[in-house]
Nanobody, 115 residues
Framework: QVQLVESGGGLVQPGGSLRLSCENS????????MGWYRQAPGKEREFVGA???????RYGDSVKGRFSVSRDKTMSKVYLQMTSLKPEDTAVYYC?????????WGQGTQVTVSQ
């Protein structure tokens, strides 16, 4: 019923921008909240940002003012617009979707910020 698939990762230079997308490959599914986490090598998974059904967003301290989370009207797709990227943003980015007590994760997409 739910399989989250991320896309849009890649290599970008410092100061550049990148947009990640995530959708349920098995059709529309109205999540109550969708968001993004990331994990760099040797580090714990870190909260990046999330959006709930009412459109309220929240962000991790390290990305505030640079990243923006948005979603489509059906609440089955979520996007992460990343600007002013830094080398320390390099990580695997994971999509997360919540529906009541259930939580779903994508496989992750690599973002590398380097010259």
């Amino acid at each position: 019923q739910v399989q989250l698939v991320e896309s849009g990762g890649g290599l970008v230079q410092p100061g550049g921008s990148l947009r990640l997308s995530c959708e349920n490959s098995r059709g529309n599914f109205a999540f109550t909240a969708m968001g993004w986490y990331r994990q760099a090598p040797g580090k714990e998974r870190e909260f990046v940002g999330a959006i709930v059904g009412g459109g309220v967003t929240r962000y991790g301290d390290s990305v505030k003012g640079r990243f923006s989370v948005s979603r489509d009207k059906t609440m089955s797709k979520v996007y992460l617009q990343m600007t002013s990227l830094k080398p320390e943003d390099t990580a695997v980015y994971y999509c997360n979707g919540k529906s009541g007590p259930l939580e779903y994760w994508g496989q992750g997409t690599q973002v590398t910020v380097s010259q």
